[in-house]
């Protein structure tokens, strides 16, 4: 059934988007630029954003590449450390701290009741949690994460290293951190390099593509006003 407005009835109106206006006000703007500013801006959008997904997909690649990279490193020297004196907590305790300093790494054997054995202690152990503890009780067959300590941030894998043990390595993630920042100004820089760029060359396409278009507009506009056909130049094949 159709429903009626009565004459006492309040009218009905449709509910307003603001995303529809702001579309609409967009579109208006841009359909009074001279064709030649619209052709130019949507050359330069096109290759803009297809040099700026290229950067951040570079970036994204090499940021996964080089994490799995420590990764694997990390947890080859772990298991070949499993089999070295490290393995034996009795022999962990006496390795010099200077020795993992040298290394840059911290290293701890973690026991499953939660307790951890380390060279120095706390002040060279790395950061321990629950990833690390189900290694130990034999629940994970290893553990890779990123955890904190002390202001700093590691890259912390766990092996089994025996009952009831596991084998904890971290590293300190600042030369990957300083690669992937460095990494990433340059991916910006060559994007908005990109935009710059197309956004020329879609200027000068569009100025030498639409020229003889605004020959013609020119000379239809001069037959209106003035009603003299002239003739008009006819450039190439």
Do not use: F, K
């Amino acid at each position: 059934p159709c429903l009626r407005r009565g004459p006492g009835d309040a009218a009905v109106t449709a509910p307003a988007y603001p995303g529809r206006a702001m579309l609409a006000r967009y579109r208006e703007r841009i359909g009074r630029l001279p064709l030649r500013r619209r052709v130019a801006a949507l050359a330069a959008i096109g290759v803009g954003l297809a040099v700026l997904l290229t950067a951040m997909a570079a970036y994204a690649t090499v940021r996964v590449q080089l994490t799995q990279s420590v990764d694997d490193n990390l947890l080859d020297r772990a298991r070949a450390a499993v089999s070295s004196p490290l393995g034996d907590p009795s022999t962990l305790s006496r390795i010099p701290s200077d020795a993992l300093l040298a290394a840059d790494l911290r290293v701890a054997l973690l026991g499953a009741d939660n307790v951890a054995r380390s060279p120095e202690g706390t002040r060279s152990a790395p950061p321990l949690g629950e990833q690390e503890l189900a290694v130990a009780r034999g629940q994970d067959d290893q553990s890779v994460r990123t955890a904190p300590l002390d202001g700093e941030s590691y890259r912390v894998v766990a092996v089994p290293a025996g009952r009831g043990l596991a084998l904890v390595l971290g590293q300190p993630t600042e030369t990957v951190d300083r690669v992937l920042g460095t990494l990433g100004w340059v991916s910006l820089v060559a994007g908005l390099g990109g935009i710059a760029l197309a956004a020329w060359a879609g200027a000068s396409i569009a100025r030498t593509g639409l020229r003889p278009v605004e020959r013609l507009t020119a000379a239809a506009e001069h037959v209106a006003e003035t009603g003299q056909l002239d003739p008009i130049d006819v450039e190439g094949e």
